[in-house]
């Protein structure tokens, strides 16, 4: 597994080795000792998946506040996506700035998004299959979003507000600057 981190250094692209032969490839895809030796501490404790029909489908930009916020590791494993992660941690060097990576069944990365950052992705593809484990139990209280559009992002997304397939929850977040200041805090010297 190769372990490469990103512009926002605490999101990590996870690249798991493939050994291939006439049958097809088999692949190791997570291994608890060799993630937490390249990532940190961590506990996964949902595995979350969800199916989108159409090509230009936005789900987020999502996360989760304290108590409750949640580490994601995010693979696609039908089609392809745009994933983005969102610095949204006060007092971090990154804040408002996001991280995207391509993810497809063919190419078999995944993306490490530590608690602290909102997330979200566009799927390239019509029927689109996202697999994530999470390190915190979903909680409808502590469920929060951004506006996947946010010009103060400045996300290059491939589809226009008018092509997207959302949410009525997804169309009507908050801008990034509405956030409650509470959300996420880096301490100073981070």
């Known amino acids: 597994m190769q372990f490469e981190r990103t512009k926002i250094p ?10 291939g032969d006439h049958r097809g490839y088999f692949s190791e895809t997570f291994r608890s000792d060799v ?3 390249n990532i940190g ?3 996964f404790v949902q595995d979350n ?10 789900r987020g930009l999502h996360f989760q506040i304290e108590p409750r916020a949640q580490g994601k590791l995010v693979r696609c494993i039908a089609g ?3 994933d983005i992660a969102v610095d949204i941690r006060r ?4 804040f408002g700035q996001h991280v995207q990576t391509e993810l497809t069944a063919e190419n078999g990365c995944q993306v490490w998004i530590p608690a602290g950052f909102a997330h979200g992705f566009c799927t390239l593809q019509p029927n689109s299959v996202v697999s994530y484990n999470v390190t915190n139990y979903y909680s409808r209280d502590h469920d929060r979003g951004i506006l996947w559009n946010d010009p103060e992002l400045n996300i290059g997304w491939p589809v226009t507000a008018e092509s997207a397939v ?10 990034l600057a509405e956030l409650e200041t ?7 010297g981070s």
Request: aromatic share 8%.
């Open 10 to 19: 605490d999101v990590v692209l996870v690249t798991p080795k493939k050994i």
């Open 35 to 37: 993630f937490g030796q």
């Open 41 to 43: 501490a961590f506990n």
């Open 49 to 58: 998946q969800s199916y989108s029909a159409d090509a230009g489908t936005i």
């Open 80 to 82: 392809s996506i745009l």
């Open 91 to 94: 007092g971090s060097p990154t």
């Open 166 to 175: 959302l949410s009525q929850r997804d169309r009507t977040q908050p801008l």
């Open 182 to 188: 509470t959300s996420f805090t880096v301490a100073s």
